[in-house]
């Protein structure tokens, strides 16, 4: 069992599964993505990891506790970036402290120190409207952080944002999971995405939505180091292609 893990989980509306017996884990310092075409489940399955919902079947576990229908256990960070528009960074980013009850001052003087780690010094006085795409995702990421410093959710996040932006923000994403100890599970339908940021992949395909796979990524050197156009990489795509079914 690792840090999240789910077992047989099913999940039903109006008597039709739409989730399938799906049983997966995370471990700690992990990055593992959940990769499928749109309509296989993969926003239903987080809404029951994250305890949104109680699924028809089937366990959620954190560090072997039974955390079935019970939210507030493991951050959620959505495709949007939900800041709040009349707050500034520094308090949007700070917010999941204060709501545990952290003294404003010492979230604030807490979240400040985020942003700078996570290249967002200097940002802390102004809006969100202020900031680009890339950078309130960013954001929104040290307050998915802050809101869990062991493991996070990420539904979609970087699906917003154009190709450039994306590119930047994944080489980012890269150099600061290096340095903190989070493990992450990430829901994406970009492939090369999926390659790139993860150690392993779960494929997520049909109606009802399974898990089909799970494919570890081995690339050589490190994941920052890790080449679109490799000769690995191409062949863990056509992989993924074949076995997603899609060509």
């Known amino acids: 069992m690792g840090l999240l ?8 509306f109006e008597g039709k599964n739409v989730i399938e017996n799906i049983s997966l884990s995370l471990n ?8 499928g075409v749109s309509g296989t489940g993969k926003t239903t399955l987080f809404n029951i990891l994250s305890g949104l919902y109680a699924p028809d079947e089937g366990k959620v576990y954190l560090d072997s506790e039974d955390i079935t229908g019970k939210a507030g256990k493991i951050s959620y960070m959505l495709q949007k970036d939900l800041l709040l528009p009349h707050k500034r960074v520094i308090d949007n980013a700070a917010l999941p402290l204060i709501l545990k ?28 409207h202020q900031l680009s795409g890339g950078m309130r995702q960013r954001v929104a990421f040290v307050r998915t952080y802050l809101a869990s410093e062991r493991a996070a959710l990420l539904d979609e996040p ?4 154009d190709s450039i932006t994306k590119s930047a923000i994944h080489r ?3 150099s600061v999971m290096a340095e903190i100890n989070l493990s992450v599970l990430f829901v994406t339908h970009d492939i090369d995405e999926a390659i790139l940021l993860s150690d392993r992949v779960y494929l997520l395909t049909g109606k ?3 898990i089909t796979d799970e494919i570890v990524i081995r690339l050589p050197g490190e994941k920052c180091d890790r080449s679109p156009m490799s000769s690995e ?5 056509e992989e993924i292609i074949k ?3 899609i060509l």
């Open 172 to 174: 980012w994403f890269l």
């Open 243 to 245: 076995k997603i079914g």
């Open 208 to 210: 009802p939505g399974k």
């Open 158 to 161: 970087f699906s917003a944002l």
């Open 101 to 128: 009850g952290v003294n404003k001052k010492e979230a604030k003087l807490k979240a400040e120190r985020y942003l700078k780690e996570f290249g967002l010094e200097g940002t802390g006085d102004k809006f969100p």
């Open 28 to 35: 700690e310092g992990e990055t593992v993505s959940l990769l």
């Open 5 to 12: 893990s789910a077992e047989s989980i099913t999940v039903s």
């Open 233 to 237: 990489f191409i062949a863990y795509k």
